[in-house]
């Protein structure tokens, strides 16, 4: 298979060799991790016949626009059940109603059963609904990763440091499995952006083994406790909170770069990596950054950082 997105030699970078994989030039609804996952997806549904998609995730939500896009093209019903606490416009949400989701808003504590309830209605309605968790949480969003480390594994298989912004915990755990397969030498480091490294790191420690017994494959404990780190430091104030750094991150990388960094994820992750290489003094590596998308609320933070 064709690589899916491309890995950028940016140069020099704090004393080290940058590079930046461009997951946000996926050429799917945007790119970004969210897209990668969704040709998973959507290979998934078109085999098994399902006709409606029920979804989870905020306004804001990249995970949300790309399956919003997805179901759009291929003639697929979507719900996407949203938090009512969180709810703002954003360009994802405008562009999530353009293709004609519909909203179901809950509250914070109720969103499984509004979920279930949605996947009822479905099913009464004559659908053939599939449920996929916010984030693209699950085994396809982890081969999705697996995949991806395949594709920076041919690229250079000494890279001595992987870093990128973790989430709901797939792109990460298909990261390390892709580690364990091909016993690759880097050290792998999610970067969360709002969730506490107890709750976070557990998700993703999950994620693998589910994938694991799913798939028939085994290694030992220690190694995959070992390569699973994730370092909530950089979560500020949680998710999509921030301190005005962030804003200088996202100005240095567009002006020096043309890279669009978002505040959420991206631009958090980055600044996070740069802090981790300074204090740790890591000097003359090679460091990859997975670009993992988010370029429409790029578009939000330079509304908000030029009005
Ligand atoms: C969702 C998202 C992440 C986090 O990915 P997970 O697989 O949920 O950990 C990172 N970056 C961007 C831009 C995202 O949209």
Redesign the pocket.
């Known amino acids: 298979m064709n690589n899916l997105s491309e890995i950028q030699h940016i140069g020099n970078y704090k004393g080290n060799q940058l590079y930046i994989k461009r997951?946000?030039l996926i050429p799917v609804s945007f790119g970004?991790?969210?897209a990668r996952?969704s040709l998973y997806f959507l290979n998934y549904i078109k085999q098994n016949y399902f006709d409606a998609v029920v979804t989870y995730g905020s306004s804001s939500?990249?995970?949300c626009r790309v399956t919003a896009n997805m179901c759009a093209a291929n003639n697929i019903k979507c719900i996407i059940v949203s938090p009512i606490e969180k709810y703002h416009e954003t360009n994802n949400s405008q562009m999530i109603h353009m293709m004609g989701a519909e909203i179901i808003t809950s509250e914070l504590n109720h969103i499984h059963e509004t979920m279930l309830s949605a996947m009822d209605r479905l099913r009464n309605e004559g659908y053939n609904p599939f449920m996929i968790e916010?984030?693209?949480?699950g085994d396809l969003?982890t081969q999705a990763?697996v995949d991806c480390y395949e594709e920076i594994y041919r690229f250079h298989d000494s890279f001595d440091y992987i870093f990128?912004?973790?989430?709901?915990?797939?792109?990460?755990?298909?990261l390390v499995i892709g580690k364990l397969i091909h016993r690759g030498k880097e050290k792998i480091i999610?970067i969360s952006?709002a969730r506490p490294s107890e709750r976070g790191r557990k998700v993703?420690l999950d994620s693998i083994h589910e994938y694991l017994i799913h798939n028939d494959m085994s290694f030992f404990e220690n190694e995959i406790e070992e390569d699973t780190i994730f370092i909530d430091k950089y979560i500020s104030g949680g998710y999509g909170e921030n301190d005005k750094s962030i804003d200088e991150v996202i100005r240095y990388a567009l002006i020096n770069w043309g890279i669009p960094f978002?505040s959420?994820?991206?631009a958090k992750?980055f600044n996070g990596m740069t802090e981790f290489i300074m204090s740790n003094h890591i000097e003359n590596k090679k460091i990859l950054f997975i670009?993992?998308?988010?370029t429409p609320?790029f578009f939000d933070d330079l509304r908000r950082m030029t009005d």
């Open positions: 997951e946000d970004g991790n969210k996952k939500s990249n995970h916010g984030g693209g949480h969003g990763y990128f912004a973790s989430g709901t915990g797939t792109t990460q755990a298909g999610g952006i993703v978002d959420t994820y991206t992750a670009h993992t998308g988010s609320l």
